[in-house]
Each structure stands twice: as structure tokens, then as C-alpha cells.
């Protein structure tokens, strides 16, 4: 060999995707993506990503689950815990015994969520209280149009559906102070220039005929009341979530990049879900896709990804073929699908390029996530980051490896220490992103689809 073959053999060769994706992929890849955007604006709360999902997945003859089903290779079910997570799973060919191929993301994304007395009125203008939800930088919050999703759940036993400012309907905002009179603000840092208490909602400002007192606030409640049924105690048992009001965009030129709200972790979500539905053969080993809840306030609660809802539903599962629910995770897999930060140019500071992931380079592979020292992170084998490499390139995934950000600049976490836990080989994957947490959060189409191919091969393998 000559040294430049040499070279090739021995080093590691970056290479931007466009220039390692076969041409025929092209149309695939953009048709992939306006699915995602469509998907994306069906689903602003983790209840409608739920919802859609069920839609979709029954479109594609998935069947809700009930315990005790009979199962039996290619049947496709789904499991709806309380409206918030979604476990899917294509029964495939081989015992449960052998283990089953899993791709976990989550589908709740940092928010504001409001508060359970959340309307007032001051100085004649009504407000809703806000508690954000989920790592946000609090000053991207204000000045942006927002819509309000969510349920009031009522005494009855009913649930009335809420959507606010969608479409062509009023939005609603968070004022920020004036450059004029903002000199003492520009003072402080950006974590303290805009405070929780601040992400006040603005609601309205025309008061109702009469003499009585906080006659904005009762305009509001009256509009309320009249849309919708509900009384101001009402909202002590809602949860409802005001999100950016603007729908998933193409971005640049070259129309190469998708603009939107929530693709922490929906992008990974979607790939997960879409790659399980297209599945167009019984995979050999079952087939798990769980899209849960919380995972942006620790994976918590009856919906997030320690919820026992997902060991019952493994153990109802090999129940169907009197398999130990013990035998089937140790054998398992388990691909933690979530984003990560992709080297943004702006802040060259905070990435160290050398084991950055980079836009259009494809799935990020992390082996670690954690952050002072790898703390909260799985840290996945290096034999588990062998059989990755091996099944990506087995099966024509463009991937790269990922880190996310300099050695104690920070860092994050996933669903993957809690699927570890579990005795399951996991392994964190998932889209480059810039502006992650953001209102608006920025992801290239190829990683997308890359991604989505990357379900796909763990579902096959
Ligand atoms: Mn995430
Ligand atoms: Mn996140």
C-alpha cells in the first residue's frame, strides 16, 4: 500500500453526509422529513404526540394491548399509559427468551406549564401564571407568540381538551422590558435578566360591562367559561402547557435544515415510531418502541421512563410466551434515542471539535452522556459501541460519535441509565442539535433520516 492508502486504511476519515449518501436516498430522505414536520405539528404535548402516535400506528393495523392477549409473530400492539407514554411493540419470530430490540426517546420537551391558580389581573391586564417544565434559558421565553395545549379534568370524571392560538386564533405572550428603560436589567446575567416569576402570560386587557373589581380577569374567565365549560377552580386540576406558536419550518437557502418546537426529543421519537410502523417484514427478535414522558424533569413519575408501567408490560408480553421477563432483558437491547448538541460555530468555545457531532454527519453515537466526570451517565461497553458501528454500516446509516460539549462545560442526561438499570444493553443515539431547549430548536433533514434508518437497522438486528 502507498501511503495514501495507508492513510485511508488507518485514519479516521470525516466525511460530510451529502457526500456519503447514495443519490437514490434523496427523495426518501425528504419525503422522511415532511412526515416529521407534519408529525411535529400534530404534537406539541407529550398527550398529542400520544395521540398521533396511536393514529398513526393504527393506520398501520396496530392493535391496543390487553393483558392476556394472545400474541403471535407480526402481531403489532400498542400500550396508551394514561395518555402520556406509548410502548409499541411488533411481536417477531423469535422467543422473547432471545431478547428484544428496543429504541427509547421521549416526547415530553421543556415548556411552560401553568401554574394551578394561575389567572389574575393586574393594572387591568390579565395573566396567567406560568412554572416552566424542563431546563429552559428563561429569556428565549418572552416576546415569542405562544399557544396554550392542554386538559381541565372536572370533578365528573370528564376532561375537556384546550387548544389556544392555534392556527389563525389569537396568541398569547410574555412582555419583556423596553431597551430604554432596561439598563439596570442588561446588568444582570441571563439567567437572572428574565425570573420564573416573570413568565407571567399576558391574556387579555378588555374588561367586562359593570362596577365590579378585576373586571378583565372575569372577561377572561367568561370567554373561558363560555369555549369551554370551566370555572376559575377549574384549573386546580388542568394541565395545560403553553408551547411556541409556530409550526415546524424548513430553514435555509438550500431548504437543508428543519426549524421547530420540540425536537428534544421528538425527532428521535418520530424516527422511532415511523421505523417500527414501516417495518415491512417480522423482525426476528421483537420489535419495542417507547416513547415516554418526563424525561426532561428526571424520567419520573407513572409516565416516565422508570415507571414500572414499562417492566409490566415486558413481563405481560413474555408472560404470552412463558418466558422469565428477567431472561428477556439481559438478552435485550436498547438504542436510548435523544438528541444531542451539534458544534454550533457560534459558540466554538463550549465543543471540543474533535469529538463533537457535527450537522449532516448523520446519527450521533454517545457512548456517555453525565456531566462532571460521566455522573448520571450509562456509559455503554465498548462491545455494545462495536455492535452499533457494525449494524449502521451493516445497513447504510451515516453516523459519527458524539459528545456532548467540552469536559466540564456542562452536560445532560437520558432515558439510557434507567433502561441500564434494568439489566438491558443500552446505548445513547440521536439527532444533532443547535439551540436545544430553545423555543426553537434547529436539526438538519439528513440526521433526520439517518436516524430513522438507525431504528430501522436496531429493529432488524
Ligand atoms: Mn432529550
Ligand atoms: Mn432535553
Redesign the pocket.
Known amino acids: 500500500m502507498d501511503a495514501k492508502e495507508w492513510k485511508e486504511k488507518l485514519l479516521t476519515q470525516k466525511k460530510n453526509g451529502y457526500d456519503r449518501m447514495p443519490a437514490g436516498e434523496r427523495e426518501a430522505m425528504d419525503a422522511y422529513c415532511a412526515s416529521y414536520k407534519t408529525y411535529l405539528d400534530a404534537g406539541k404535548t407529550e398527550r398529542e404526540c400520544v395521540r398521533e402516535g396511536i393514529r398513526l400506528a393504527e393506520e398501520k393495523g396496530f392493535k391496543a394491548y390487553t393483558r392476556g392477549m394472545e400474541l403471535k409473530a407480526g402481531d403489532k400492539v400498542y400500550l396508551d399509559n394514561r395518555g402520556k407514554m406509548l410502548l409499541l411493540a411488533v411481536i417477531g419470530q423469535k422467543s422473547l427468551a432471545e431478547g428484544v430490540q428496543i429504541a427509547a426517546a421521549?416526547i415530553d420537551s421543556p415548556r411552560l406549564d401553568l401554574k394551578p391558580a394561575p389567572l389574575y389581573e393586574e393594572s387591568e391586564l390579565a395573566y396567567l401564571k406560568t412554572h416552566y417544565y424542563g431546563g429552559i434559558r428563561k429569556y428565549q421565553w418572552v416576546t415569542i407568540p405562544l399557544e396554550l395545549h392542554g386538559v381541565i379534568a372536572l370533578k365528573d370524571g370528564s376532561a375537556v381538551s384546550v387548544t389556544i392560538g392555534e392556527g389563525s386564533e389569537p396568541k398569547l405572550v410574555i412582555s419583556d422590558l423596553l431597551p430604554h428603560l432596561g439598563a439596570e436589567q442588561s446588568k444582570k446575567t441571563l439567567a437572572e435578566g428574565i425570573e420564573g416569576e416573570q413568565l407571567n402570560i399576558l391574556v387579555g386587557s378588555e374588561p367586562i360591562e359593570g362596577e365590579e373589581k378585576e373586571r378583565v380577569k372575569l372577561a377572561v374567565m367568561k370567554r373561558l367559561y363560555e369555549k369551554y365549560g370551566i370555572t376559575e377552580e377549574d384549573f386546580i386540576s388542568a394541565e395545560l402547557e403553553a408551547v411556541p406558536a409556530a409550526n415546524a419550518t424548513d430553514i435555509g437557502l438550500d431548504a437543508s435544515l428543519i426549524g421547530a418546537y420540540g425536537h428534544?426529543?421528538r425527532v428521535c421519537g418520530y424516527a422511532a415510531l415511523k421505523a417500527l410502523l414501516d417495518l415491512d417484514e417480522v423482525p426476528g427478535k421483537t420489535s419495542v418502541c417507547i416513547l415516554a414522558d418526563k424525561?426532561e424533569i428526571g424520567s419520573v413519575g407513572v409516565s416516565g421512563m422508570q415507571t414500572a408501567a414499562f417492566d409490566t408490560f415486558m413481563e405481560d408480553l413474555c408472560d404470552s410466551q412463558n418466558v422469565p421477563v428477567r431472561a428477556c432483558l439481559e438478552k435485550s437491547f436498547c438504542l436510548s434515542a435523544?438528541?444531542t448538541a451539534a458544534f454550533d460555530p457560534n459558540f466554538a468555545s463550549v465543543f471540543e471539535k474533535r469529538n463533537s457531532s457535527f450537522l449532516n454527519y448523520g446519527i450521533g453515537l454517545c457512548k456517555y452522556t453525565g456531566s462532571r466526570g460521566k455522573s448520571g451517565a450509562s456509559d455503554a461497553s465498548a462491545e455494545l459501541v462495536a455492535y452499533a458501528r457494525r449494524i449502521f454500516d451493516e445497513n447504510g446509516v451515516i453516523w459519527q460519535m458524539a459528545e456532548l460539549g467540552k469536559v466540564d462545560a456542562g452536560g445532560g442526561g437520558?432515558v439510557a441509565c434507567y433502561m441500564a438499570n434494568r439489566n438491558i444493553n443500552t446505548l445513547d443515539a440521536g439527532v444533532p442539535v443547535l439551540a436545544m431547549h430553545a423555543p426553537f430548536e434547529i436539526v438538519a433533514k439528513l440526521d433526520c433520516y439517518m436516524t430513522y434508518k438507525g431504528m430501522m437497522a436496531v429493529y432488524k438486528n
Do not use: P
Request: glycine share 0%.
Open positions: 421521549h428534544d426529543d424525561e435523544d438528541v437520558t
